[in-house]
């Protein structure tokens, strides 16, 4: 029996503690947006609504997920959780930057017009 975190138990943890955050930066954004005087800002909320949508789809599917496979998570702090998995208790924590980066990331595949779609 493996003592550690297997790679898909990894990335279900990851995604289970850092897509909570996409959506509230998207959130924020939207807030942000919806009171500037931006000429297109009704288009921009449609857009940012319709990636709060999909993000939170993703976070149902994450906890169902982590159901199906008798994961179970405890916030420790921000981004410090332990996790029972497999009768076993793991220790994750993350740092900002990482956190930082991986919500930078995502968000960029939840938007249509991030800059990996104009190069």
């Known amino acids: ?27 924020h954004d939207k807030k942000v947006i919806g009171i500037t005087s931006a000429k297109f800002r009704e288009g921009y909320i449609t857009v940012i609504d319709r990636a709060i949508h999909r993000v939170t789809s993703d976070i149902r599917k994450n906890k169902d997920d982590l159901f199906e496979h008798h994961i179970r998570m405890t916030r420790i702090s921000w981004l410090d959780y332990e996790v029972c998995a497999r009768n076993r208790i793991f220790n994750v924590v993350y740092q900002k ?14 938007l249509p017009f991030s800059h990996r779609h104009f190069y």
């Open 1 to 27: 029996m493996a003592i550690e975190l297997t790679p898909h138990e990894k990335k279900m943890i990851q995604k289970y503690i850092f897509l909570p955050l996409v959506r509230t930066a998207l959130e």
């Open 97 to 110: 930057s990482v956190a930082g980066e991986w919500i930078r990331e995502r968000i960029d595949d939840y």
